[in-house]
């Protein structure tokens, strides 16, 4: 079992920046990949950035030259570095990890950016 628990979520007005992080504890040695989700309201959850453990890193594009995902392998977290927020990057921030065996998720923290 992995557990995941996300922070840095906040208010914040459009233009400024935040940074999330995501630990994970349990089985770790076992993720092969860790990455972001954000769900707004009424909208599908949507991949924002994955990094992989071999360091591969994946962004969607409405974020890319924006947002930065890094990875502290020996803390087993997670971060994503937003900057030049807008207000249509309001949403629930998910942290997810995979193994080859099962798929977990954090809890969610709220990202709201103010026009």
């Known amino acids: 079992q992995v557990q995941l628990v996300e922070s840095g979520g906040g208010l914040v007005q459009a233009g400024g920046s935040l940074r999330l992080a995501c630990r994970a504890s349990?089985?770790?040695?076992?993720?092969?990949?860790m990455g972001w989700y954000r769900q707004a309201p009424g909208k599908q959850r949507e991949l924002v950035a994955l990094?992989?453990?071999?360091?591969?890193?994946n962004y969607a594009d409405s974020v890319k030259g924006r947002f930065t995902i890094s990875r502290d392998g020996a803390k087993n977290t997670v971060y994503l570095q937003m900057n030049s927020l807008r207000a249509e990057d309001t949403a629930v921030y998910y942290c997810?990890?995979?193994?080859?065996?099962?798929?977990?998720w954090g809890q969610g923290t709220q990202v709201t950016v103010s026009s």
């Open positions: 997810n990890t995979n193994t080859l065996k099962a798929t977990y």
């Open positions: 349990g089985n770790t040695f076992r993720i092969n990949a």
């Open positions: 990094i992989t453990v071999g360091g591969n890193i």
